[in-house]
């Protein structure tokens, strides 16, 4: 289902729908939509005043300053102006250009701007005029960062293979030696599980560590993967967790290739979410993880990877492996 935005027929014709009583998946089979769409919409739109507890009236305006603010960030600024005056006198009461932005957008919306326009208009001064403002900044060295935020994450994601590149064999399940990864995490932060799931055979790697940090997954995940023959790993599908940042290291130990599912697709790694529901019994989810030791995860995983399966026509995912002359 590709991404659209709500239109104000749409919405009208939701709060109609609401007001009848139907439920959520009945209104977005009606209007085109996913579930979860809807369930966003009617949030966005929330309204203690109405039957349906959705005001058409406010989710458009939501809509409307939500647009306003996203578009300031391209926003011009120039010398002499009223705007321009108006920064000044901001600024020169100590106020940093995200407190001037954040002002903006909560209290004179039709003069909201982006922190970003401010800065590039702060930069866009002389040398001379520069001095200015420097009593007045934290940092009067005015350093420009050589990179910014954005432009670094473009950087990581210029550097990933995506999963439309992986061979066909993976997409398929023709070949054994494709894998899915990710983590489970336990409740408050308590610790994770590194899971990866081998596509054609259902087979379960897992081991727990103690935080999510890129290290933690590299080790975890190259450690488990070592374990087999290289003619069992060929590729490695990821989700985009920060903790996998890594992964060309991760390839420089294993020799397996790592491609990455898009960012919010799960289902692209739908074996491995299904296995990790499966994992969930042993380790449901609200539950810390902070007791756990491996010799538990090792028995969960054994009891899943020893289990029939129906669509390996009740054999079980440890069979599979061996048949393949993988020492399990």
């Given at each position: 289902?590709?991404h ?26 009606q ?7 809807i369930g ?11 039957k349906s ?16 603010v996203a578009?300031?960030q391209?926003?011009?600024l120039?010398?002499g102006?009223?705007f321009s ?12 250009p995200?407190?001037i932005?954040i002002?903006l ?20 001064h ?9 009593p ?28 439309e ?6 997409t ?5 030696g ?12 308590s610790?994770?599980l590194?899971?990866l ?10 081991a727990?560590?103690?935080d ?7 080790d975890?995940?190259?450690s ?9 790993r ?16 991760l ?5 397996t ?6 960012p919010?697709?799960?289902?692209e ?6 296995t ?21 995860v ?6 899943i ?13 440890e ?10």
């Amino acid at each position: 289902m590709s991404h659209r935005h709500f239109t104000r027929t749409e919405r009208v014709q939701l709060q109609t729908l609401k007001t009848a009583g139907l439920s959520n998946r009945e209104c977005a089979h009606q209007l085109g939509f996913h579930p979860s769409s809807i369930g966003r919409e009617l949030n966005r739109g929330r309204s203690d005043h109405t039957k349906s507890s959705y005001s058409v009236r406010i989710a458009q305006q939501h809509t409307d300053l939500h647009r306003q603010v996203a578009n300031q960030q391209h926003r011009k600024l120039f010398a002499g102006t009223a705007f321009s005056l108006y920064l000044c006198i901001r600024l020169a009461k100590c106020w940093s250009p995200e407190q001037i932005s954040i002002y903006l957008v909560r209290f004179r919306k039709k003069m909201a701007i982006s922190l970003h326009t401010i800065y590039r208009w702060i930069w866009g001064h002389g040398k001379l005029s520069l001095r200015n403002f420097r009593p007045y900044l934290r940092h009067p060295s005015l350093r420009r960062r050589y990179g910014t935020k954005r432009r670094e994450q473009q950087r990581e994601l210029a550097k990933k293979r995506w999963i439309e590149q992986r061979p066909k064999g993976a997409t398929n399940r023709s070949r054994y030696g494709h894998w899915e990864g990710d983590t489970i995490c336990g409740a408050k932060n308590s610790g994770r599980l590194v899971t990866l799931v081998e596509r054609k055979s259902g087979y379960l790697l897992a081991a727990h560590v103690t935080d999510g940090n890129m290290a933690s997954f590299r080790d975890a995940a190259s450690s488990l993967l070592m374990r087999l023959p290289p003619y069992i790993r060929h590729t490695l599908t990821l989700d985009n967790g920060s903790e996998m940042n890594d992964f060309e290291s991760l390839e420089r130990r294993t020799g397996t290739t790592i491609y990455f599912a898009h960012p919010y697709h799960s289902w692209e790694r739908g074996t491995n979410e299904n296995t990790n529901g499966l994992l969930r019994q042993f380790f449901p989810k609200g539950s810390e993880f902070t007791d756990i030791t491996q010799q538990q995860v090792d028995l969960a995983v054994h009891l899943i990877n020893t289990r029939p399966r129906k669509r390996l026509n009740a054999e079980t995912p440890e069979q599979r492996l061996q048949k393949l002359g993988v020492a399990i």
